[in-house]
T-cell receptor, first 117, second 113 residues
Framework: SAVISQKPSRDICQRGTSLTIQCQVDSQVTMMFWYRQQPGQSLTLIATANQGSEATYESGFVIDKFPISRPNLTFSTLTVSNMSPEDSSIYLC??????????????FGAGSRLTVL | QKEVEQDPGPLSVPEGAIVSLNCTYSNSAFQYFMWYRQYSRKGPELLMYTYSSGNKEDGRFTAQVDKSSKYISLFIRDSQPSDSATYLCAMRARQGGSEKLVFGKGTKLTVNP
């Protein structure tokens, strides 16, 4: 399965600032996924990033708040804009691939833990 | 009603115990069921994958799906301290395409030596 590297692994930010999270995959993939994992909540899909086209956002998430770049088939960034304490969360990058059973499964990066003061 | 319900725990057991983790769901179209394990400060990793109903065994782990009851389980035999993690159930109706996985909230498990 793919190996995913995320940076930063954690950060503490001030309210009103923005932070960009980077995701690097060791193989070319068509789609990359950005998830949010808030304490006590389900893993929630923010958006799907396709190379060469606009990201597709899930209900409740908008491009102005979470702009995404996808410049090539191995890299993507997620920016959390104008942050508030409610944005404190773990942000995870993910790709889909063939598991050992042949099934279509997700592989995740280690996540970026963001704390907004 | 949430699509997927999972008791968040926490669950604490002694080493060697049999652990049972469960999820219920409401969407009868779900056919693909997964269990992910997430260690502290790590991303989720796929542990078990099953399609439709039935059992699947992999070492000390057994995944069960009961579609008639909309209920899935993960059993861990002879639990070890290294099994201490958060376990997330996930499911979807179809393979591939744009359909997303729906996750439970996760159950935090601690296995005490």
């Amino acid at each position: 399965s793919a190996v995913i590297s995320q940076k930063p692994s954690r950060d503490i930010c001030q309210r009103g600032t923005s932070l960009t999270i980077q995701c690097q995959v060791d193989s070319q993939v068509t789609m990359m996924f950005w998830y949010r994992q808030q304490p006590g909540q389900s893993l929630t899909l923010i958006a799907t990033a396709n190379q060469g086209s606009e990201a597709t956002y899930e209900s409740g998430f908008v491009i102005d708040k979470f702009p995404i770049s996808r410049p090539n088939l191995t890299f993507s960034t997620l920016t959390v804009s104008n942050m508030s304490p409610e944005d404190s969360s773990i942000y995870l990058c993910s790709v889909r691939g063939q598991g050992a059973s042949g099934a279509n499964v997700l592989t995740f990066g280690a996540g970026s833990r963001l704390t907004v003061l | 009603q949430k699509e997927v319900e999972q008791d968040p725990g926490p669950l604490s057991v002694p080493e060697g115990a049999i652990v049972s983790l469960n999820c219920t769901y409401s969407n009868s179209a779900f056919q693909y069921f997964m269990w992910y394990r997430q260690y502290s400060r790590k991303g989720p990793e796929l542990l078990m994958y099953t399609y439709s109903s039935g059992n699947k065994e992999d070492g000390r782990f057994t995944a069960q799906v009961d579609k008639s009851s909309k209920y899935i389980s993960l059993f861990i035999r002879d639990s070890q301290p290294s099994d201490s993690a958060t376990y997330l159930c996930a499911m979807r109706a179809r393979q591939g395409g744009s359909e997303k996985l729906v996750f439970g909230k996760g159950t935090k498990l601690t296995v005490n030596p």
